[in-house]
């Protein structure tokens, strides 16, 4: 059964830094990888989509890496800015596009 | 990408009573589908929808607890029956946008006392 965990659960920092989330996951046989931000009380917002076959995508200050092979993906966030505060969501498509979600991280970026 | 309104976006409701989700896009997809997330946890896939047939239901959730509409190609309903404090959850409604990516409606924050 796929597992997928988040770490770290909660992180602040302060305006300005680079920061890393990561995104664990149990069973390597997956179509491909979201990373979502949630704000609070609202739905989910697309940040990037890789797929299986891809190591890396980029959007702006964004950027997230896939492993398959060591079961991880990390999120970077450049030159956080307080507007990133988000609960940062991943989540695996395995199977007939059904998304198995990690817990989240819960980001706070202080001025 | 697909524009997802989702209605209403939060309500609170008496124990025992019915609360029927609308989802609309902008756009014709084969697949919608709808997820629950209690307080505090991640995103669970409640069921999926497909039009012209039956939904498909995930472990731990039924269809009498949930039916579920899929009238066309642009809209479906998810319906929270006979409700109980427990079913306080945000409730989402997603499809399949252009390669591949998943959008999300805004959400309906369901409180039930």
Known sequence: ?111 | SAVISQKPSRDICQRGTSLTIQCQVDSQVTMMFWYRQQPGQSLTLIATANQGSEATYESGFVIDKFPISRPNLTFSTLTVSNMSPEDSSIYLCSVEGNREKLFFGSGTQLSVL
Not at chain 1, 22 to 36: E, H, P, R, V
């Open chain 1, 1 to 111: 059964k796929q597992e997928v965990t988040q770490i770290p659960a909660a992180l602040s920092v302060p305006e300005g830094e680079n920061l890393v989330l990561n995104c664990s996951f149990t069973d390597s046989a997956i179509y491909n990888l979201q990373w979502f931000r949630q704000d609070p009380g609202k739905g989910l917002t697309s940040l990037l989509l890789i797929q299986s076959s891809q190591r890396e995508q980029t959007s702006g200050r964004l950027n997230a890496s896939l492993d398959k092979s060591s079961g991880r993906s990390t999120l970077y966030i450049a030159a956080s800015q307080p507007g990133d505060s988000a609960t940062y969501l991943c989540a695996l498509i395995s199977g007939y596009n059904k998304l198995i979600f990690g817990a989240g991280t819960r980001l706070a970026v202080h001025p």
